[in-house]
């Protein structure tokens, strides 16, 4: 088992754009906060994960952090290398379905977010919500230049069965 644990405090990173993605995440206990800083200075919070949920899923797919992810109080998660995983994954394809189908639960089972429209007494159309043209922006990271990525030690060995789906579910 190349799982690991990582205990955190509130306001502890465990990881911050751009660095170099090696890992995804399951939290045991406690919540993380996936935060994205834009260009402009401002900054979206993308999720909160809660326990019994992974996250930094995409960095399996990607060289770097696309996102800061702060833990919010006393916080306890798996590491799961990056590299293993991958392997683990190609190596079984029931398993790889299963992880599939445990992404696809947490996407699927994703409390909804009610957003407050703006403040726009001063403006001449402020009864008209949604406004006909809004603002759109683009929350997406910049792309960092290409970096190769180092293989983590101990890739050749067989990594345990790791599967978001093997969470309870709600």
Do not use: M
Not at 15 to 37: D, K, N, P, S
């Amino acid at each position: 088992n190349l799982v690991a644990e990582r205990s955190l405090r509130t306001g502890d990173a465990v990881f911050r754009q751009g660095t170099a993605a090696t890992a995804i995440y399951r939290v045991e206990a406690g919540r993380v906060r996936l935060v994205r800083h834009l260009q402009d200075g401002s900054a979206v919070v993308l999720h909160v994960a809660r326990a019994a949920a992974t996250f930094a899923e995409a960095a399996l797919f990607s060289d770097r952090y696309h996102c800061d992810a702060v833990a919010e109080g006393a916080t306890r998660l798996s590491v799961i290398p990056k590299a293993e995983l991958l392997a683990a994954l190609r190596a079984d394809p029931v398993g790889c379905l299963d992880f599939a189908r445990g992404l696809a639960d947490q996407v699927r089972d994703q409390p909804a977010v009610t957003v407050k429209p703006p403040a726009v007494a001063s403006s001449p159309n402020a009864s008209v919500w949604p406004p006909s043209s809004p603002t759109v922006r683009d929350c997406r990271a910049p792309e960092p230049p290409p970096t190769p990525e180092a293989t983590p030690a101990g890739a050749h060995r067989k990594l345990e069965k790791v599967s978001p789906s093997s969470a309870p579910r709600r």
